[in-house]
């Protein structure tokens, strides 16, 4: 069995609320650092221009750089962050993996959204990143909760596909069987095939079986 990734069962963490809508993938990572040959290290670059005063680049050291002292990753109350919360049609814009793998590197586990964009949407599940759709109000509510003096703490429960505050609401979500199932077990595209290896033998044996001159 082939799995690259952390399964996703549960999760507890505080909330870093996004206050924005349409947030493209060139604002998640912005496209020079698509020219690194490593799958690693994109995390300190999250949301570049938004959050350093200074432009980045690869191999550029985080310790140079001037933070914006007005972005929310840069808030004290939510340094430590592993839920994301955005407003709808979160990473439209160009097909880029890297997205999501900043968010993971940062440390992001779950992003809760009305929408999200097909294939940014698609990468997560390959990825490990939990995306999350609920309706523009119940996200309004979660805002509400998420910029008080304290950062919010939930727990999302993939299993039962709930969301809830220790002690207090719950909201539900919808998630596809197969792509809950992909998370729980860790596994990506090429990690759900091989659990069918065996039937895939078999047909192969089959087929050359009924077809012997191939």
């Known amino acids: 069995m082939s799995s690259n990734q952390a399964s996703f069962k549960t999760h507890k963490g505080s909330v870093i609320p996004l206050d924005l809508a349409n947030v493209d993938t060139d ?4 496209k020079q650092f698509l020219k690194s040959i490593k799958k690693t290290g994109f995390g300190d670059n999250l949301f570049d221009a938004w ?18 002292k007005d972005f929310v990753l840069n808030d004290d109350r939510y340094t430590n962050g592993s839920i994301l919360l955005a407003r709808r049609n979160f990473a439209c814009g ?10 993971l590197q940062y440390g992001i586990r779950a992003v809760i959204a009305p929408s999200f964009a097909d294939i940014f949407f698609n990468n997560c599940f390959n990825n490990g990143l939990l995306p999350i759709s609920l309706s523009e109000e119940e996200v309004e509510s979660l805002f509400e909760l998420a910029t008080g003096d304290k950062p919010l703490q939930l727990e999302v429960n993939l299993v039962t ?17 197969k792509r809950q199932y992909q998370l729980i077990h860790g596994l990506d595209e090429i990690g759900l095939t091989l659990e069918l290896a065996d039937k ?12 012997p001159w191939l």
């Open 94 to 103: 160009s097909s880029r993996e890297h997205a999501v793998w900043a968010l």
């Open 27 to 30: 604002q998640i990572i912005p």
């Open 200 to 211: 895939i033998k078999q047909f192969e044996e089959r087929h050359l079986q009924q077809n």
């Open 161 to 177: 596909k709930t969301i809830s505050v220790p002690g207090g609401q719950t909201w539900t979500f919808e998630v596809d069987e």
């Open 51 to 68: 959050r350093y005063e200074d432009e980045g680049e690869i191999g550029k050291p985080v310790s140079s750089r001037i933070p914006r």
